[in-house]
């Protein structure tokens, strides 16, 4: 498992990209599956930049690890910030014009609908948002 610690603030995002694309150039992953990635990852941080700890500064950690079978990343991002769990609200419904739906929520359900699997939990103290792609 790789970690990496950092100052929960959208001007520390290409550092988490740079992380997460750092562990990714060790396979043999398309370069759909990384945009994939990138996108959900910049949505996970930059709400956790923007929300957790508003109006305070807080910190997150990005934990990826992969599993061989089938070969597979899963990237948990961990914050102390307030407690929410974004894929508790209802998905947005995509039949109606954008200007009659409610503002937010678009962001996590695009990364619902890309990766294989995405979880959340409120463990001592913490979120714990993760997300699962296969990169076969």
Do not use: W
Not at 38 to 50: L, Y
Not at 58 to 78: C, H, N, Q, Y
């Amino acid at each position: 498992m790789k970690e990496l610690d950092i100052k929960a603030v959208c001007e520390n995002l290409p550092e988490v990209l740079s992380f997460v694309d750092e562990q990714l150039a060790h396979l043999s992953c398309s370069h759909k599956v990384i945009s994939q990635i990138d996108a959900a990852v910049e949505e996970i941080f930059v709400n956790i930049s923007s929300y957790a700890y508003d109006p305070m500064i807080g910190s997150a950690t990005i934990r990826m690890e992969f599993s061989d079978d089938p070969l597979s990343v899963i990237i948990s991002f961990v914050d102390g910030g307030v407690p929410y769990d974004p894929l508790a609200k209802p998905d947005p419904n995509l039949k109606i014009p954008v200007r009659d739906r409610r503002k937010g929520g678009l962001g996590i359900f695009i990364v619902k609908k890309t990766m294989d699997d995405v979880s959340y939990e409120y463990k001592d103290g913490q979120n714990i948002l993760t997300i699962m792609k296969t990169l076969e």
